[in-house]
């Protein structure tokens, strides 16, 4: 089971902007480097992030090669009503991973 | 033991790696600012880039090209009428120029984002935001790497 660590406060005030700041495990093999043997290790890597939030996709990102391994995505929202946060992590080989979080709003 | 059929193929391999480390392109610098370049436009969708609205945090002097933190602020105040729509990042001497695309609305509250890169040698990061006016915005930092990611392959 893929790894991955999601930071944001459990409750806050209305219209309040928290922060949240997510990270995956993940090795994130470029595809541009060469075994001792001079073969091509292939790519792996996530390609892609959102979050959404009650359902409502709130952010959304494309990661390249050139990200660090271990994606940090660090990103804004506006505290609009308790709910639940989901984070999907996708990319190479079928690799998948999901989080949710509970936001409660005062 | 490494037997003789082992090391014959083992030495194979390396002469092969040599080899495709000589044959790289003498224009690789004009090659990647070309590639910098088409993917700019590919983000702009051909618009032309306006200096300002964008910071770009990048440290100047990085250590470590393997791990890189890379702040954007973008200057906007993130209503429904007016939001950053995408903040791109891309860098110049990496194999490919993409390092994140992220897309974001009003709800973000502000226009923030952070993340870490890898950054293969010395020269410029840019960051390019897209309002929903349409128009984009851009900072641009130059950077001085002292140990590269991706240095084994000399892709450089």
Avoid at chain 1, 20 to 37: D, P, V
Avoid at chain 2, 110 to 130: C, H, K, N, Q
């Amino acid at each position: 089971m893929a790894r991955v660590a999601v930071t944001l406060p459990a409750s806050a005030k209305r219209g309040e902007v928290i922060e949240i700041r997510t990270l995956a495990q993940h090795a994130m093999e470029n595809g541009f480097r060469h075994t001792q043997t001079g073969e091509l290790i292939p790519r792996d890597i996530i390609t892609r992030f959102s979050c959404s939030y009650n359902g409502v996709e709130i952010f959304r990102a494309e990661l390249h090669p050139a990200l660090a391994a271990n994606p940090l995505i660090t990103f804004t929202t506006v505290a609009a009503e308790s709910g639940t946060l989901e984070f999907r992590w996708s990319g190479d080989n079928g690799y998948v991973a999901t989080y949710s979080a509970q936001l409660s709003v005062a | 033991m490494t037997s003789r059929r082992r090391f014959l193929g083992l030495a194979a391999g390396a002469l092969a790696a040599a080899n495709a480390r000589a044959q790289l392109d003498p224009n690789i610098a004009v090659k990647r600012r070309i590639a910098l370049d088409s993917a700019i436009a590919k983000v702009t969708r051909g618009t032309a880039l306006r200096q300002g609205k964008v910071k770009l945090e990048v440290p100047p002097l990085i250590d470590n090209g393997n791990t890189v933190p890379v702040m954007v602020t973008v200057d906007s105040p993130m209503t429904a009428a007016e939001h950053v729509k995408a903040i791109h990042v891309l860098t110049e001497k990496n194999p490919q120029p993409y390092v994140l695309s992220a897309y974001l609305g009003p709800r973000a509250g502000r226009a923030r984002l952070a993340t870490r890169a890898r950054i293969a040698d010395s020269g410029r990061v840019i960051a390019i935001a897209e309002l929903s006016d349409g128009t984009y915005w851009s900072q641009t930092v130059s950077v001085i790497v002292t140990l590269s990611a991706c240095l084994e392959d000399g892709l450089i």
